[in-house]
């Protein structure tokens, strides 16, 4: 079954970097974007961006620009999504959901995600 | 920039309508999709495309558009049903697609 599996949790310090995996099975893993999204406790879901992992493009929103990348390694169907400069702010669970979308240019079909993992637990303490 | 609209809350008796609204100025351009999300779990899709249901929903889930106004409706309520609802909905007014979600909307079965 289609399926996208997560790293584990994390623990960081301020001003640390953190790198999430999302290892997709079940499914063509260059055929959908995968997009990272987060909710801090309490708090309702964030869209952090999205990768293409069949061309690498990626799409960040504007308040991570300059602190977020997104990667993959197509050999082993895994995105990745690295946070630096993190602040306890950062502390939330993150998730990677595959992304069902058609987009032509700028002219937007649909853009959804049909398949989440389980989230990532990231805490940013001293 | 764009945003989404929801209630905070909305609170129905077992077997009654739920009704959760989400507004935004470029629904009547993009569709809307619906994420439901039960504590300590991840979002699940429960409407896609406006009124689209996918595979494994239950048809007391449907979705309906208007406007600048989209409606995700849940039919003789259930207790399992008790959750955050999030609407969802994409802004093609930059050089890429952006995600937007509404802030959440709590479903409580009283």
């Known amino acids: 079954q289609v399926q996208l599996v997560q790293s584990g949790a994390e623990v960081k310090k301020p001003g640390a970097s953190v790198k999430v995996s999302c290892k997709a099975s079940g499914y063509t893993f260059t055929s959908y974007d995968i997009n990272w999204v987060r909710q801090a406790t309490g708090q309702g879901l964030e869209w952090m961006g999205w990768?293409?992992?069949?061309?690498?493009?990626?799409g960040y929103a504007q308040k991570f620009q300059g602190r977020v990348t997104m990667t993959r390694n197509t050999s082993i169907s895994t995105a990745y999504m690295e946070l630096s400069s993190l602040r306890s702010e950062d502390t939330a669970v993150y998730y990677c959901?595959?992304?069902?979308?058609?987009?032509?240019?700028?002219?937007?079909?649909?853009?959804?995600?049909?398949?989440w993992g389980k989230g990532t637990t990231v805490t940013v303490s001293s | 920039s764009y945003e989404l609209t929801q209630p905070p809350s909305v609170s129905v008796s077992p077997g009654q309508t739920a009704r959760i609204t989400c507004s935004g100025d470029?629904?009547?351009?993009?569709?809307a999709y619906w994420y439901q999300q039960k504590p300590g779990q991840a979002p699940v899709l429960v409407i896609y495309?406006?009124?689209e249901r996918p595979s494994g929903i239950p048809e007391r889930f449907s979705g309906s558009s208007s406007g600048t106004t989209v409606t995700l409706t849940i039919s003789g309520v259930q207790a399992e049903d008790e959750a955050d609802y999030y609407c969802?909905?994409?802004?093609?007014?930059?050089?890429?697609?952006?995600?937007?979600f509404g802030g959440g909307t709590k479903l409580t079965v009283l």
């Open positions: 495309k406006d009124s």
């Open positions: 470029a629904l009547p351009k993009q569709y």
């Open positions: 969802q909905s994409a802004d093609s007014s930059g050089t890429y697609p952006r995600v937007v």
């Open positions: 990768m293409n992992p069949n061309s690498g493009n990626t």
């Open positions: 959901a595959r992304g069902d979308t058609m987009v032509q240019g700028v002219i937007i079909s649909y853009y959804y995600m049909d398949v």
